[in-house]
């Protein structure tokens, strides 16, 4: 019987009796390379619907300039430059496939905050809640979904990898650094140097990351990889000035009198932004009326001081000490220093920043997971909780950065009381061909502001496309009377009038813009427009002249000048101007019409027979208007006819 009892009990730990112990109760761990990889995908899978988004804001000139520049490579980011212009080679301008090289950056980015979270110290559990907040933060999806906002994206992945190799023990021993493996280290942070400026701080961030390591590494163990990562800053910093690219400097957004006092509510406003998302993701800016000194400094008190003591209460823990070194050293360059203004009301300056948030979050969980034994899965769930209702934010801030209209109707929404967003809502529709939406958004600008004498100016334009001519010409008086002084205002006012066949008054305010602003060339296009109408062809030909010598390339001026030529007899002067007008635009029927029919006056039929089939290559329908002319001169070339009237300036 005993032996039995002994049978019956075996594999069972005092105070276990009745319950089984073996590997059918013991839960393994899971792989922290599962967690890492997971939390990876989770982040694309969130940004994905971003990858079907249009181009936005300033990726116009990411457009125009084919890959080769733009606002997101302003200053010295070469390395930024060149994977734009990959991107663009490769899929031919497709604005989707930026979105998704941008939304696998982010998934490798979070991935590396989970690997980081590793190496200070942190648990699989606390790694794995720290890295999904970082995937799945509103705050990043500026520098996500916004194709220009890349930069900041970059270089925090060429940063943070730069830190992970130089701190892994296969380079750095107990013997020291001077591992050959640690040149890998100071090419990643070289390749984040000339990505974003952001990136310059890392070697301080490697130093101080050291200094609250565990155990702490020594000054005399790394001044070998130190002075590495400082040489690269030098080089960096060498190049940047060798390229001509001025270094960051005062832009002027901060409003005078704040002082000392704009960065730290500047830091107050990116803590906020942290737990509390702005409300547009978008340009901001630190403005006199928001709040007085005195109350931004109370502002930023009340978030930094708890900040201070958060860190001073988890100073044992390496987690918590990474985290106050990532998340402040990264935010100083955001900030409205004296000397430096950083993009402090931009949300991506804050992406290498919120690094560091997410690893205080994560100390956070472990320490209540420290005071509650047995608590760790209950801290682990509250993060993933947390996480997911962040998500769903994020969710919901993705489809402002959709397309132009999406972001510009979110920035109305944000300041009821700006009629800027408005105004530029209103040039989109009007891009769109939706005049009608364009004179909603223009009503709403003035009924905001009624003394925005832009306002009216894009009220003119759009009443114009609309053929509400008489409104158009209330509009600009309405104009002119805020500011007599505006020649768009007197320009518009020509045109309306122009339109209405008031050819006298219509020169009269043609002459009046001209008189105010000589050189714009609009102006005198337009007067010499409304000369013509008039008949008066000697003085709008000078019109023209004079357009064209401000602008070589106003391929209108250069066509109507040739068809006023033609009507006075002069018809070398008008084949020339003809011909100078297709060279600006080779593909207008028009131009080519017009040239035909000029070498045919003149007598060149050859010529003519040439140009005729170019238009019959263009435009098979506009082709059949020349042969109507052509068969009376016995040929089946072009016609000419009166140059239509070419479009105006609004």
Request: overall charge positive; glycine content about 8%; hydrophobic content about 50%.
């Amino acid at each position: 019987m005993s032996t039995r009892k002994e049978d019956k009990n075996r594999g069972r730990l005092p105070g276990q009796a009745g319950r089984r112990v073996g590997p059918s109760a013991a839960r393994p761990p899971l792989s922290p390379t599962l967690l890492g990889a997971s939390v990876a995908f989770l982040a694309a899978l969130l940004y994905l619907p971003a990858i079907q988004y249009a181009w936005v804001w300033d990726d116009s000139v990411l457009i125009s300039a084919k890959g080769a520049g733009g606002a997101a490579t302003e200053g010295f980011r070469p390395i930024a430059s060149l994977l734009y212009r990959a991107e663009w080679m490769a899929g031919y301008g497709n604005p989707g496939l930026f979105h998704f090289t941008s939304n696998a950056l982010h998934a490798v980015v979070t991935w590396l905050v989970f690997l980081l979270a590793r190496r200070v110290g942190a648990k699989a559990w606390v790694a794995f809640g720290a890295a999904l907040l970082f995937g799945v933060h509103p705050v990043h999806t500026e520098a996500v979904a916004y194709v220009s906002g890349r930069p900041d994206l970059l270089a925090t992945l060429f940063a943070l990898s730069s830190l992970l190799v130089v701190t892994s023990a296969p380079v750095c021993g107990p013997g020291g650094c001077r591992n050959w493996r640690v040149w890998p280290a100071y090419g990643l942070f070289a390749f984040a140097a000339m990505t974003e400026e952001v990136a310059l701080i890392t070697p301080f961030v490697l130093v101080l990351l050291d200094r609250v390591a565990m155990p702490r590494r020594t000054w005399r163990e790394r001044r070998v990889v130190y002075g590495g990562f400082f040489g690269v800053l030098v080089a960096a910093v060498l190049a940047r000035i060798g390229s001509g690219e001025p270094m960051p400097g005062v832009h002027g957004e901060v409003p005078e009198g704040l002082g000392l006092v704009a960065p730290l509510y500047a830091a107050y406003d990116a803590l906020r932004a942290f737990a509390a998302p702005w409300d547009l993701n978008a340009l901001r800016s630190l403005s006199k009326s928001l709040v007085t000194p005195g109350e931004m400094l109370w502002r930023a008190a009340a978030v930094l001081v708890p900040l201070a003591t958060f860190a001073w209460w988890r100073r044992r823990d390496p987690v918590g000490r990474a985290g106050i070194v990532l998340l402040a050293v990264p935010l100083v360059p955001a900030l409205p220093l004296p000397l430096f203004e950083g993009p402090y009301w931009m949300e991506r300056a804050l992406y290498f920043s919120s690094v560091g948030f997410c690893l205080l979050v994560g100390s956070l969980a472990g320490a209540l997971s420290e005071r509650i034994p047995g608590r760790s899965r209950s801290a682990t769930a509250v993060l993933v909780a947390t996480s997911l209702v962040l998500a769903v934010v994020t969710l919901a801030r993705l489809p402002v950065w959709r397309d132009n209209v999406a972001l510009l109707r979110a920035a109305a929404a944000a300041d009821p009381k700006d009629p800027k967003p408005h105004l530029l809502l209103a040039e989109h529709y009007i891009a769109l061909g939706d005049p009608n939406g364009a004179l909603t958004a223009v009503d709403r600008a003035i009924a905001i502001d009624p003394a925005n004498a832009d306002a009216f100016h894009k009220q003119t334009a759009v009443y114009t496309l609309l053929g509400k001519y008489p409104e158009a010409e209330a509009a600009a008086r309405k104009s002119i009377s805020l500011d007599a002084k505006d020649a768009m205002g007197w320009a518009n006012l020509g045109d309306a009038l122009m339109q209405q066949g008031k050819s006298a008054e219509a020169i009269d305010a043609s002459r009046r813009a001209v008189a105010l602003d000589s050189t714009n060339a609009d102006n005198w296009y337009n007067l010499g427009v409304a000369l013509g109408n008039q008949d008066d062809l000697s003085e709008a030909i000078a019109a023209y002249r004079r357009t064209i010598q401000i602008n070589p390339r106003h391929a209108q001026a250069v066509n109507n000048m040739g068809a006023l030529l033609a009507a006075s007899g002069r018809l070398e002067e008008a084949r020339d101007a003809y011909k100078r007008c297709v060279q600006l635009t080779p593909m207008s029927v028009e131009c080519r019409m017009n040239l035909a029919l000029a070498y045919l006056r003149l007598g060149d039929r050859t010529a003519a027979k040439e140009e005729r089939a170019v238009v019959e290559r263009l435009d098979p329908e506009a082709v059949k208007r020349l042969d109507e002319i052509f068969r009376g001169a016995g040929l089946v070339p072009d016609a000419p006819a009166a140059p239509s009237e070419p479009p105006r300036r609004p």
